[in-house]
């Protein structure tokens, strides 16, 4: 991908503390890195490094202690829907709504779409996600898969400049994984919408992204940044296996740094 002139979002020196009831948590520390749109951009590091609470600073959920944070141009103060969350937890989604009406809620909370026109944009991203035949259906009768597909269904018929999402796939069996993996770069292809991925697998960070930051813990801090080749060749599956083996070495020394 060729960055445009400016980009979608940038993070500069940003650092965020919270309070616990008996001391002060720096969770991240002067983090720096720019999206640019359309970029498949993962935050890859171990738990504690501050993955989850920089996708909320992003989202406006979070205010950051020092630095800033824009999003096309403009400070972070609040949350939007130009920037749609998917989260890991299976109980996103509105128990008492079926599928289409889960998916309708923020179309028409919102008051972006009338009655009529958020109906028929929710069932546009039903079907995307290969789940018109459960549009009536209840989230108690849907498997976590197919509960996660619902909530990228929902956030994405926002049409939001980035989806951020934090791990949505890690509570799902492995051939499960992998198939919402293929799924989300299908749908990426038909959209190009921005991605903001948090895992912690590297597999799932060199499948999905096209650019990797790597965060170390306590507090979380840029360790690097490498981006993924894109192309189905021998030379490019050589390199993203040596990629792999690079992001390893540098969670290692996280873990290490982390236990010291």
């Keep these: 991908m060729v960055p445009s002139a400016s980009p979608l979002l940038s993070l500069k020196d940003v650092t965020i503390r919270y309070k616990t009831s008996s001391h002060q948590v720096t969770a991240t520390y002067r983090v720096n890195f720019e999206i640019f749109s359309s970029d498949r951009f993962i935050l890859l590091g171990p738990s504690g490094c501050g993955k989850s609470t920089l996708l909320k600073a992003i989202g406006g959920f979070v205010k950051p202690s020092a630095g800033a944070i824009t999003f096309q141009g403009a400070p972070v103060r609040e949350p939007f829907y130009d920037r749609m969350t998917v989260f890991q937890e299976f109980d996103q989604l509105l128990p008492w709504k079926t599928v289409l009406q889960n998916v309708m809620f923020p179309l028409r909370a919102s008051g972006l779409l009338l009655k009529s026109e958020a109906r028929d944009r929710a069932m546009t991203w039903i079907k995307k996600v290969k789940l018109e035949e459960f549009s009536d259906a209840y989230p108690h009768t849907l498997s976590g898969g197919m509960k996660q597909r619902v909530a990228i269904a929902r956030a994405l018929a926002m049409e939001p400049a980035m989806l951020l999402m934090d791990e949505p796939f890690a509570s799902l069996d492995a051939l499960t994984r ?18 903001l991925f948090v895992t912690h697998s590297l597999e799932e960070a060199t499948t999905i992204g096209s650019r990797i930051i790597v965060l170390t813990p306590h507090p979380g801090r840029v360790r690097g940044e490498f981006t993924v080749p894109q192309e189905q060749t021998t030379q490019s599956l050589r390199e993203i296996d040596e990629l792999r083996a690079n992001l390893h070495s540098l969670l290692v020394e996280a873990s290490i740094r982390r236990s010291a």
């Design 178 to 195: 992998r198939q919402m993996q293929d799924e989300l770069l299908d749908l990426w292809r038909d959209t190009h919408v921005t991605l």
